[in-house]
């Protein structure tokens, strides 16, 4: 089972842009599928965008248009760009991937946004 590590969270004013990080153990270039999901307090965590292995992307309506889910497979790397950031992306941030049947969750990372 592959090990997820999240970076790049941190206090982000409304409007601003943040990149956050995630990167695995092993190799994730035939991961099935690679998320992001975040939790704000008091809520359920939500999926925030997948990325597939055939390359297909998808994003939660909220955040289309202003975040890109992207990966370097050479690094082992996870990418979250989040750019017209506003208070209601406030949470705890979570990389996960589904690669040869095992599910892996990142320890999250926070980001809050506010002025």
């Known amino acids: 089972q592959v090990q997820l590590v999240e970076s790049g969270g941190g206090l982000v004013q409304p409007g601003g842009s943040l990149k956050l990080s995630c990167v695995a153990s092993g190799r994730i270039d035939n991961a099935a599928l690679l998320s992001w999901y975040r939790q704000a307090s008091g809520h359920q965590r939500d999926v925030v965008a997948t990325?597939?292995?055939?390359?297909?992307?998808n994003y939660a309506e909220s955040v289309k248009g202003r975040f890109t889910i992207s990966r370097d497979n050479t690094k082992n790397l996870l990418y979250l760009q989040m750019d017209e950031m506003n208070a209601a992306a406030t949470a705890v941030y979570s990389c996960?991937?589904?690669?040869?049947?095992?599910?892996?969750w990142g320890q999250g990372t926070q980001v809050p946004v506010s002025s």
């Open positions: 990325l597939c292995s055939n390359g297909a992307t």
């Open positions: 996960h991937s589904l690669l040869d049947g095992a599910l892996s």
